[in-house]
């Protein structure tokens, strides 16, 4: 095989094996958003980052609405992930031919598992491109129960559709959704993403009424 035939099949189709580094960038990100304004409720080092500054993509999806999402192939329960609203949402944009998603894949497992009886869903959402029948290889051995999907492939952009609708960057991207529905972070690092959910769970209590103490029975 000559240099140029091996360099072009390294740029068409990524290694089963990717270095363990921080993330893997889209090979076509989309444009950046209007929005150019970096700001969160959220500590900025919680992120990935560039050159220490957020990416602009991630924070355009913040406080606003979760973008409607496509998805297929089901492993698990299927979940209305555009009509969820009443619990706290964790969305693991992933790959299995992604190092970095690979090797966040036991706290996903251990996150589901610990929060399986409060109001939170967590859900894996495999790239529409490549590396999908590798899925249950991956994810069988770690004895994840949590669901899982395949993002619907857009024939026209040759790309998944829900990545194109929040505007992926990198893989992965961990947004997490509260109970009203709304993204309140997206682009965390694996590591604090539970930090995230423990607050928004906590909002859920902070919302549900007190129910009035009974009066005194007269005598």
């Not at 035939?5 to 989309?30: F, N």
């Not at 609405?65 to 706290?88: I, S, T």
């Not at 929060?115 to 529409?128: E, M, N, R, S, T």
């Amino acid at each position: 095989m000559t240099i140029f035939a091996l360099l072009l099949c390294i740029l068409l189709e990524p290694p089963q094996s990717v270095p363990a580094t921080p993330l893997v960038p889209m090979k076509k990100p989309i444009a950046a958003p209007e929005v150019t304004k970096v700001s969160s409720e959220f500590p900025t080092n919680w992120f990935y980052t560039k050159a220490g500054k957020r990416y602009d993509d991630n924070v355009a999806l913040e406080g606003k609405p979760l973008p409607k999402l496509a998805l297929e192939n089901w492993r698990g329960a299927p979940v209305d992930v555009n009509n969820n609203q009443g619990k706290v949402m964790v969305i693991d944009f992933w790959a299995t031919w992604c190092g970095p998603c690979r090797k966040a894949l036991p706290k996903n497992v251990e996150m589901a598992n610990k929060y399986k009886d409060q109001p939170f869903v967590l859900i894996g959402i495999h790239d529409a491109r490549r590396g999908k029948d590798r899925i249950e290889q991956v994810v069988k051995p770690l004895k994840a129960e949590y669901p899982m999907a395949v993002d619907v492939m857009n024939t026209e952009t040759k790309s998944g559709t829900s990545a194109k609708a929040c505007r992926l960057r990198y893989w992965p991207t961990y947004l997490v959704v509260d109970h009203k529905g709304i993204v309140r972070a997206c682009g965390l690092q694996p590591s604090r993403v539970e930090d995230v959910v423990k607050r928004l769970l906590a909002e859920i209590s902070q919302d549900q009424p007190i129910s009035p103490a009974p009066l005194p029975e007269k005598g």
